[in-house]
C-alpha cells in the first residue's frame, strides 16, 4: 500500500476538540525503522488491501472514513495476530511521542530533571482505622 | 582454574545480597558471589528515556522469553495457568520488584496449629523479628507504624503519597469500614542511606534510575563489596560439589565464554530464587544423590507456592492524576487476611491498590479490552480512562501441595548446556474460593469510593514473582531440605538463604520475610566459629 499514512490516520485520526493530532503527524516511519517492523507493515497492509477488494471492491483511498475503518476492524478476522501487533504498535509509537506525552498530562517525562510532586496527605483519613484496634491474630 | 574462598554465595538478588553484606562484616572471611546476569547501569534504564514503556515488552520485560538474554534460562511454564516472572542480573528480580515490603504476620508461621492447613514453620515470627527490623533499615522502608493489622514496627520512612485516587478508594474502604493502611514499600521518601527520595515517576518496575527505590544493587550491595565481596557476573553456578565426606566442596560453574571453573569453599550459599535453587540442586546429580542433591526427603522442587493474584480494575469519573507516583505501592487492606470460619477457604489475602496504567498500557489495554477503540471516538474515549483508573491486586496465600513443583526439563538447555525447568502448578480449590472472595471485595470498595468497575479477572497470567516453597525447612528431614538455619539436611556447609524455604507463602509479598530469613540463617552461619561445620 502506497500511503500508511492514510491508514494510520483512519486508526487514530485528530481529535480537534481536545487538540489531539492524528498519528501521521507523529514519527511513525522512525518507530518501524527502530523496531525493524516493515515486514510487518507490508503483511497488514497486504491483508487490508484484500479486505477492500473482497468487502468493497474498491481500493483503500478510495473508501470513506466510515468505510476505512471498518475495513480494517476486519481485519481482525482474517489474521488476528497481525492485526493485533500492528494496533498495538501504533499505539505505543503514538503515545511515546514527546507531543503527544504532553498533551495528554503524562508529568514529568524522561529525562526527569525534576520528578512530580503529589500533595501531602490528611492521615486524620486513618483514625476509624486505628480507633478500631488490633486486628492481627494473637498467637501467644 | 580453581579458586578458594571461605565463603561462595550464588545469585546476588535479595537473598544473595543480604547474605553477602551480613557475612562479609567479619572482613577476614573471603567471600565470593556468582551471579548468572550482568550489571545493570541504572543511567541505562529505560526510565531515562521518554519511550520507557516500551522496554516492558522488551529488555526489561518480566518474562524470560521476551528478554532474549543469555543469563536466562528455559522455564517451560505451559502447565501452570501462571507464568514465572524473574529478572537475571546483579541486584535479580529486584532490579525490576514493585518494592512492596510488608511482613509475614505471626500467625503465617502457624497455619497447622492455627488452621490444620499447611505446616507450622520451626521458626517464629518472634525469632525473625529482629531481623524484619535490620533488613528494613538496610532496605530503607517507607511506612506508618500503628496499623492494627501488623505487630508494631519500631520504626519506617514516611510514608509514600497516596495521591488524589489513593484518597478516593481510602474513603471507600472508609465507607465499609474495613482496614487500610499506606503501603509498605522498600522505597525511600526522604534521604536514606546515601540514597535520594523518590521523585513519583511512576515506572518503578523498569528498574528506579533514581535509586529511590531499594534493590539491592543500592542497598546491601555497595556495602557488602566495600566490606570485600568479590563478584563474578555472567557466571552461571551448574552443580554443587562434595568432598569425600559428603560435604560441599564448592561450585561448579560456566563463566561467559563457557569456560568451566570450580570455585572451592567452606561454606556454599544458595540464593538463585524459588525456581533457580531447586533447579542448581536437582542439576547436582551424584551416584550418593540421585535424585538431586538434599533431595532425600523428594521434596526438592516440591511445594512451589507462587501468591495466584486476582485483579479488579475501575475508573473514576475525574481526573486524579492515578498514573503518577510509585506504581505498585498506594495502599494494602488487610481486612480479609486472617481465617475466618465464617467464609469458605482457609487463611487470607491481601488487597494492594495500584496506581493508574501509564498511558501506552491504558490505550493498549483499553483497546484490547472493547474499552477505548480506533477511530474518531479514540481520544474522547483515552481521556475518559487515563489518569482516571485504579486497580486492586488480591494476593491470595497459597497453601503448600506437593504436586505444584519445579522438576529439570532435560528437553530444554540454556547458554551454558545446563538443563532447563519445567513447572507444574494448580490453583487449590481453597485459592480459587479466596481469589472469588477477594475479587467480590475489590469490587465493594471500588464501587464504594464511586468508581466504576470496569475489569476483573483472576489468575493473573504474568504474574509468577514469589516464587516460594521449593526447599522447604522443616525438622523432620522426611519432609523437608533444610533445617530451620537454613541448612541443608545431610550437608551440614550447605544453605539455602532464599523463600524457596518458606513453609508456607503468607498473603504478603515475600522479600521483607525472604531477606530476614537469610539474615537468621547468616547469624548462625556466623556463629560457628572458623566456619567449622
Not at chain 2, 45 to 52: A, G, K, L, N, Q
Not at chain 2, 76 to 81: A, G, L, N, T, V
Not at chain 2, 213 to 220: F, I, L, M, P, Q
Not at chain 2, 317 to 328: R, Y
Given at each position: 500500500m502506497k500511503d500508511l499514512k492514510l491508514v494510520i490516520d483512519a486508526m487514530l485520526p485528530g481529535d480537534p476538540e481536545l487538540g489531539m493530532p492524528s498519528a501521521?503527524?507523529?514519527d511513525f516511519n522512525n518507530y518501524l525503522r527502530t523496531y525493524h517492523l516493515e515486514e510487518l507493515i507490508d503483511a497488514f497492509t497486504s491483508i487490508l488491501e484484500q479486505v477492500c477488494i473482497e468487502k468493497?471492491?474498491?481500493l483503500f483511498s478510495e473508501l470513506d472514513s466510515i468505510q476505512k475503518l471498518n475495513a480494517i476492524n476486519a481485519c481482525k478476522l482474517k489474521n488476528i495476530r497481525i492485526f493485533s501487533t500492528m494496533v498495538s504498535h501504533l499505539l505505543r509509537a503514538y503515545y511515546t511521542s514527546p507531543e503527544i506525552q504532553m498533551k495528554i498530562g503524562v508529568g514529568s517525562v524522561p529525562p526527569f530533571p525534576n520528578g512530580n510532586s503529589i500533595a501531602e496527605d490528611d492521615?486524620?483519613?486513618l483514625e476509624t482505622v486505628y480507633e478500631r484496634g488490633r486486628i492481627f491474630r494473637d498467637v501467644s | 582454574m580453581n579458586k578458594e574462598y571461605d565463603i561462595v554465595i550464588v545469585g546476588s538478588g535479595a537473598s544473595g545480597a543480604a547474605a553477602a553484606w551480613r557475612l562479609s562484616r567479619d572482613q577476614s572471611l573471603r567471600i565470593v558471589c556468582l551471579e548468572q546476569g550482568d550489571f545493570t547501569d541504572p543511567s541505562k534504564?529505560?526510565?531515562?528515556?521518554?519511550?520507557?514503556?516500551l522496554s516492558r515488552a522488551m529488555?526489561?520485560?518480566?518474562k524470560p522469553s521476551s528478554?532474549?538474554?543469555?543469563a536466562d534460562y528455559p522455564i517451560?511454564?505451559?502447565?501452570?495457568?501462571i507464568s514465572i516472572a524473574n529478572f537475571n542480573s546483579f541486584g535479580g528480580s529486584t532490579i525490576l520488584y514493585s518494592a512492596h515490603f510488608p511482613r509475614m504476620h505471626p500467625s503465617d508461621f502457624l497455619t497447622h496449629s492455627l488452621d490444620g492447613v499447611g505446616e507450622d514453620w520451626p521458626v517464629s515470627y518472634a525469632d525473625l523479628k529482629p531481623y524484619f527490623e535490620l533488613n528494613e533499615s538496610m532496605m530503607g522502608v517507607a511506612g506508618l507504624v500503628?496499623?492494627?493489622?501488623?505487630?508494631?514496627?519500631s520504626s519506617l520512612l514516611p510514608p509514600i503519597p497516596l495521591g488524589p485516587m489513593g484518597r478516593a478508594v481510602a474513603e471507600g474502604f472508609n465507607r465499609l469500614g474495613w482496614h487500610w493502611w499506606p503501603s509498605y514499600a522498600a522505597?525511600?521518601?526522604?534521604?536514606?542511606n546515601n540514597r535520594g527520595p523518590c521523585i513519583?515517576?511512576?515506572?518503578c518496575n523498569i528498574g528506579c534510575a533514581q535509586g529511590a527505590?531499594?534493590?539491592?544493587?543500592?542497598?546491601?550491595w555497595p556495602i557488602a563489596r566495600r566490606q570485600g565481596v568479590e563478584v563474578l557476573t555472567q557466571c552461571r553456578a551448574l552443580e554443587v560439589t562434595l568432598d569425600q565426606q559428603g560435604k560441599a566442596k564448592g561450585i561448579m560453574y560456566a563463566d561467559k565464554n563457557g569456560a568451566r571453573h570450580e570455585i572451592l569453599a567452606r561454606v556454599v550459599v544458595l540464593a538463585c530464587s524459588g525456581i533457580g535453587t531447586p533447579r542448581l540442586l536437582l542439576n547436582?546429580?551424584?551416584?550418593?544423590h540421585p535424585n538431586g542433591l538434599g533431595n532425600h526427603s523428594g521434596m526438592?522442587?516440591?511445594?512451589l507456592m507462587l501468591h495466584p493474584l486476582g485483579y479488579v480494575e475501575a475508573v473514576f469519573?475525574?481526573?486524579?492524576?492515578?498514573?503518577?507516583?510509585?506504581?505498585?505501592a498506594c495502599i494494602l487492606s488487610q481486612e480479609f487476611y486472617e481465617t475466618n470460619?465464617?467464609?469458605?477457604?482457609?487463611r487470607g489475602y491481601t488487597l494492594q491498590v495500584l496506581r493508574g496504567a501509564p498511558a501506552v498500557e491504558t490505550a493498549n489495554t483499553g483497546f484490547f479490552m472493547r474499552q477505548i477503540p480506533l477511530g474518531k471516538d479514540h481520544h474522547r474515549k483515552f481521556h475518559d480512562y487515563f489518569n482516571r483508573t485504579a486497580g486492586i491486586a488480591i494476593i491470595s496465600e497459597d497453601l503448600p501441595e506437593l504436586h505444584n513443583r519445579v522438576e529439570l526439563d532435560d528437553a530444554t538447555f540454556d547458554s551454558s548446556g545446563m538443563p532447563g525447568v519445567k513447572v507444574h502448578y494448580k490453583l487449590s480449590d481453597n485459592t480459587k474460593n479466596m481469589l472469588k472472595h477477594g475479587v467480590v471485595s475489590s469490587k465493594q470498595v471500588l464501587q464504594a469510593a464511586g468508581a466504576k468497575v470496569t475489569s476483573s479477572f483472576w489468575p493473573?497470567?504474568?504474574?509468577?514473582?514469589?516464587?516460594?516453597?521449593?526447599?522447604r525447612m522443616g525438622s523432620d528431614p522426611n519432609f523437608s531440605v533444610v533445617n530451620k538455619h537454613c541448612q541443608v539436611h545431610g550437608v551440614p556447609n550447605l544453605f539455602v538463604v532464599d523463600s524457596?524455604?518458606?513453609v508456607t507463602s503468607g498473603g504478603v509479598n515475600p522479600v521483607a520475610t525472604a531477606q530476614a530469613v537469610t539474615l537468621w540463617a547468616c547469624e548462625y552461619i556466623t556463629k560457628h566459629k572458623n566456619l567449622n561445620f
Open positions: 501521521s503527524l507523529i468493497y471492491s474498491q492521615w486524620s483519613l | 534504564y529505560p526510565s531515562t528515556r521518554i519511550d520507557w514503556e529488555e526489561y520485560s518480566s528478554r532474549n538474554n543469555l517451560d511454564d505451559s502447565d501452570s495457568p500503628g496499623d492494627p493489622a501488623n505487630p508494631d514496627y522505597i525511600n521518601t526522604r534521604n536514606h513519583n515517576l511512576g515506572p527505590k531499594g534493590s539491592v544493587d543500592v542497598t546491601y547436582s546429580r551424584s551416584p550418593a526438592l522442587g516440591r511445594n469519573a475525574k481526573d486524579l492524576q492515578s498514573s503518577l507516583g510509585p506504581h505498585g470460619s465464617d467464609r469458605n477457604f482457609s493473573v497470567k504474568n504474574a509468577g514473582w514469589h516464587l516460594m516453597g521449593t526447599a524457596s524455604v518458606f
